[in-house]
């Protein structure tokens, strides 16, 4: 993800104080949830499921109900678990690849791709050009050039397009051009390495240092990991003579760390044309890990991400000579205006729709550790109005009780359901003897699930009334048209932030409403079948936004997910975006057994 994401990840919330620690943290993505499920639907389809997915769908039951049943509102009904799923087709050469995959050979042949990927430099930044035009780009070249080499089955059997010349978007044709496909996403850029810290990293930031345990060096875990175990288990498959029904799709951005614009916009742009609104079985993207807390270990894929705006404030004072000023000058107004945004903050909140939820049901239904502090609130109830709408009507309304205690965990827990704020540049004024006459902030947003950019928008222009009506100023706020004025306030949000709405929350049924699979079950499925039964599957939340932005209309089923995962290193975010970025060598062809399951038992579910 973008740094800014990154950087401001969700951490699961801590386990309770005589809880076993917890092994791992949880990564800008995430902290979590899960929609609510009727148990009924649950029974009615259970034979069904074994049918359709091989094994049957766990249905959980209450020890302190002696029929088995369980209230469609508990938090054991709001997050079944389904049994793992395995592939039913096999073939001695899929058991081979199987073998391969688990063996010291693929360890050290994955090593040496991985390597061979880190060593080529492929570094984007915030001021490049159009593609085409700044010569930064062509550092792509050498990287799509090394994947022609290292993977040959891949390039002699799928279709490769470059879309914007950079972006790589690969198609396996399946047999049956009736089911919608999979696709798998990963980017090629990574974030520069500053010059002055190249010192400071244990090995060098591009040499794919392999020590034994973890390959070093940038774009070891953000996310080349993603992009080399796809393309690896892609490899095996067609080695293995694996032939899919289900078109599988690659679409490799490049530009992602700066936002995505020239890359997944373009890519998803051309998936869209090709195979229409909601023309995709289901999306995998970076995101989401697994990690413990509450006594448990979660499964935590991405299905939902929060909305994006960045504020442009400009306040307009006359200016003159600093020997003779006024009262406040245009600093002094910004200022104000600056101390009065962050003197009133959001209120922390739950929607229905919030994922978070989802994960606080599942720690009460199945955590030993799950904080009475936080059950005692469950299940959670929404109120007729949230805070934000009660003030837009200058009505008070009860405090969100859940919300409020759930935000005691600290700020990475906090924000998963609360907007937050950030007054992050600030710049006026030009001469140590000259009134500034022209002060400008920028203030970033994060939007709560359920909230909207427009309710951000309207709460600053209130504020900024205030203070414009003290000292006899004028808001522009939030038109195109308007320009800046003498003795004013302007605020803009300008293209392509804007604003940016909370995404669509990934559905997450474990059974569609006639039985058939879902790909949230064969996520799941496919998750629990690699690592086991005691690995608990939770809906993710992400604090910030990754190349999945630009999918939406392509299908309702986007998840947010890396699935490798080495027990002993825990969750861990290797140095992301940072010195002494790294890999776990076992999680990462852990990521490859799964992609290469996953691939398995999508074609087989019994889906559209």
Known sequence: MVLAEKSAAAMLPAPAANAAPARSRWRTAGAFALHALAFAAVAKTSWTVYQRLHTPTSTPTSPSSPTGSVPATSSLAKCPQVSPLVPSEQSSALEEMEAYLKSDKFRDDTVSRMAGAIRIPTESYDDLGPVGEDPRWDAMYPFAEYLEKTFPLVHAHLSLEKVNTHGLLYTWTGSDKSLRPTVLMAHQDVVPVAEATVDQWTHPPYSGYYDGKYIWGRGASDCKNNLIGILEAVELLLNAGFAPKRTVVLSFGFDEEISGWHGANYLAKALLERYGRDGAAVIVDEGGGIASTWGSVFALPGVGEKGYTDVEIIVRMPGGHSSIPPAHSGIGVAAELVTLIEANPYEPHFHAENPFLGLLECGNAHSPDFPPALRKHLPWKESSQTCDVAEKNNKKTKKDKLALEAAKQGPAVKYL???????????????????????????????????????????????????????????????????????????????????????????????????????????????????????????????GNTDTKYYWDLTAHIFRYGPGYDPEQGFDLGGIHTVDEKLSIVAHTRGVQWYSMFIRNMDEADMA
């Open 417 to 543: 359901f609360t907007t937050s704020l950030a007054v992050d540049v600030i710049g006026g004024g030009v001469k140590n003897n000259a009134l500034p006459e022209r002060t400008r902030v920028l203030v970033n947003h994060r939007i709560n699930v359920g909230d909207h950019v427009s309710d951000i928008h309207g709460r600053l222009t209130k504020l900024a009334e205030q203070v414009a009506e003290k000292h006899n100023l004028t808001v522009h706020a939030f038109k195109d048209d308007e320009v800046e004025t003498p003795r004013s306030i302007k605020l803009s949000s300008s293209a392509p932030s804007f604003g940016l709405e909370p995404a669509p929350v990934t559905p997450t049924l474990v059974v569609g409403k006639d039985g058939e699979a879902t790909p949230y079950g064969v996520l799941s499925g496919t998750t629990r079948a690699l690592y086991g039964e005691e690995v608990l599957m939770a809906p993710a939340l992400m604090t």
